[in-house]
């Protein structure tokens, strides 16, 4: 009789950043998040955390806010949202607001009319229900939220934890070597099992900054960097 073997689990990746390395120090996660608190005070806001400290913070105008900085620069997201939310702050309120005048008071982000219909088609399901829904299948259940707007939300409006991946986040976490993925989805999977819970939120409020003036997608300010000892600068080719 042929002996049947149990399969065995497939080797755990050993990541860049578990492996010591030339002139870099072990890589600390919390010692990482001390550093970009300092690297990124003073640097613009990412558009719901600055939402969020104007007083934007419930988590209906946090997905409402989120729903616009899809595919939108936050230097537009933030005064649209001000706009849009001195007109209508509930959702009973902006379910009464026509289509056209809120296509109108979104104009400058990214995709006003179809981004128009989803906030009136959002606004009319949670005013129905009672309030905006608190998971992450509630909220994708939502006309126009995907996981990103959902992560914001649960993270930012409702305090829960919750990662929101987008570019920055999956490219520093990979330039780390902290993760090695291939996409945003998979990055988020890896964080959610790596990360200390405690970051889950944060990670996305300093990496946006960071990401877009210190580790850029081209060129990374590498020489000036605060975690230059800590970074392993996985796939990172050139830098300033
Ligand atoms: S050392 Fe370079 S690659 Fe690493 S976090 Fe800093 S800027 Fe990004």
């Known amino acids: 009789m042929p002996r049947i073997q149990a399969a065995r689990p497939a080797p755990r990746l050993v990541l860049p950043a578990e492996l010591p390395a030339p002139d870099k120090d072990p890589f600390d996660i919390d010692q990482v998040f001390r550093l970009l608190r300092g690297a990124t005070a003073g640097l613009p806001q990412a558009a719901m955390f600055a939402l969020r400290d104007r007083g934007f913070a419930s988590p209906f105008e946090q997905l409402v806010a989120a729903l616009i900085s899809a595919r939108t620069r936050d230097e537009t997201t933030i005064p649209v949202c001000l706009r849009l939310f001195a007109r209508a702050r509930t959702p009973e309120a902006m379910a009464q607001v026509p289509e056209a005048e809120l296509a109108g008071l979104l104009q400058g982000a990214t995709f006003p009319e179809p981004k128009a219909r989803d906030i009136l088609a959002l606004s009319r399901s949670i005013a129905a229900a009672g309030a905006v829904p608190d998971t992450m299948a509630g909220l994708q259940a939502l006309r126009g939220v995907g996981p990103k707007i959902a992560a914001l939300t649960l993270g930012v409006g409702f305090g829960q934890a919750a990662i929101s991946v987008d570019i920055h986040v999956h490219r520093i976490a990979n330039r780390w070597g902290y993760v090695a993925t291939s996409t945003p989805e998979r990055t988020m999977q890896a964080l959610l099992a790596r990360l ?44 300033r």
């Open 196 to 239: 200390p819970e405690r970051y889950w939120v944060e990670i996305n409020e300093r990496l946006v900054p960071f990401g877009k003036f210190v580790c850029t997608g081209d060129r990374p300010r590498c020489s000036g960097c605060a975690l230059l000892r800590q970074c392993r600068q996985v796939g990172v080719t050139g830098h």
